[in-house]
């Protein structure tokens, strides 16, 4: 409630009638999980068909306790005790199989607290079949999502924010294991747990968490993509435009209805003070100040937006003023001087 008392937020007891889907409760979504909870979210509704172990020990989330039961269910029952008015409902089940994936295209368009579509899908699986599967439901569904992942190596992440037909698609620029042809099984290797890192999972379900409430509760700007490089904390943003021959025909589909939308104009209107800048000004003379501030090589350091420079540091001089000479005249000499004053 302190973004509405500080203004930011103009409502925010709305969170408490909407719905969000996360599918994956690993690393990034069981800590998204988690902070949606905190936030007071209406409800959850979780997807997942993987059990806790040890080795996952290494999350924000999940306890020893919990070993052997199933990721939901353990999410469900930590989540509860977080806060009991969050409605959690829970799915274990693989969503890229044939009659689990229209179970799962007919729950994320059903399962709101007002028996319609959630108003948000959250992807946080960690492989590519399963992302390509949530693309494609969400594109049939004209849904919007969050797609997002942590490199194998733990040290970079990135969030995505899809809206078919307007931005880009899962499909529309896909990564190199499938540009390439490469078996995505292969690069699996036994005995390593990929992207295990808890730091940089919680700062990729930081972001992720972050924009979804500045979408749903419509404050500042939602960002269509935003990555994190953790070896130089490097934050790039970008708008990836849809892919007209992108393969998925409900994409290409949404792209034409987007389209077809007629688009607002708006026009900005531009107050022009007319009135006379003194009460007795009859022919409108007013003074302009045509000084030019002194440039020196501080006040052309470059500051990027958001940042300003707090005061100016003085001009430093290393080299000292040359001593004032007095040059040679061209005029008469001094004895010249002293005998035309004898001859006065």
Request: hydrophobic residues 40%.
């Amino acid at each position: 409630m302190a973004l509405k008392r500080m203004g930011i937020v103009n409502n925010y007891e709305k969170i408490r009638d909407l719905t969000v889907a996360v599918v994956g409760v690993g690393g990034v979504g069981s800590v998204t999980a988690e902070m949606l909870t905190r936030c007071g979210i209406g409800k959850l509704v979780l997807f997942d068909y993987d059990k806790v172990e040890l080795a996952n020990m290494n999350r924000l989330f999940f306890q020893p306790h919990q070993a052997g039961l199933s990721k939901v269910d353990a999410a469900a029952k930590t989540l509860q005790a977080i806060n009991p008015d969050v409605e959690i409902e829970t799915h274990n089940y693989n969503i890229t199989t044939v009659d689990n994936f229209q179970h799962f295209m007919d729950t994320i368009s059903t399962s709101s607290l007002k028996n319609g579509a959630v108003d948000l899908v959250l992807s946080c699986v960690d492989n590519f079949e399963a992302r390509m599967a949530i693309n494609t439901a969400c594109n049939e569904l004209n849904q919007k999502w969050f797609e997002s992942g942590v490199s194998e190596n733990a040290v970079s992440g990135h969030i995505q924010f899809i809206i078919p037909g307007e931005s880009a698609c899962f499909g529309c620029a896909p990564p190199l294991v499938v540009a390439a042809n490469i078996d995505e099984k292969t690069l699996k290797r036994d005995g390593v747990c990929a992207a295990s890192l808890p730091t940089t999972m919680g700062i990729v379900a930081g972001f992720l968490v972050q924009n979804t409430l500045k979408y749903l509760l419509n404050f500042g700007t939602t960002s269509f993509y935003l990555g994190y490089n953790a070896m130089s904390d490097f934050f790039p943003t970008l708008a990836l435009k849809p892919n007209p021959h992108c393969d998925d025909r409900y994409c290409r589909q949404r792209q034409q209805e987007f389209r077809a939308k007629p688009k607002e104009i708006v026009v900005e209107k531009v107050e022009v003070d007319d009135t006379p800048l003194h009460e007795d000004n009859e022919w409108g003379i007013s003074l302009i100040d045509e000084t030019v501030p002194d440039v020196t090589e501080d006040t052309l350091i470059r500051t990027d937006v958001g940042v300003r420079q707090a005061y100016s540091l003085p001009v430093r001089t290393n080299e000292t003023e040359p001593a004032t000479t007095v040059s040679e005249s061209s005029g008469p000499s001094l004895e010249e001087l002293m005998a035309q004053m004898k001859s006065i």
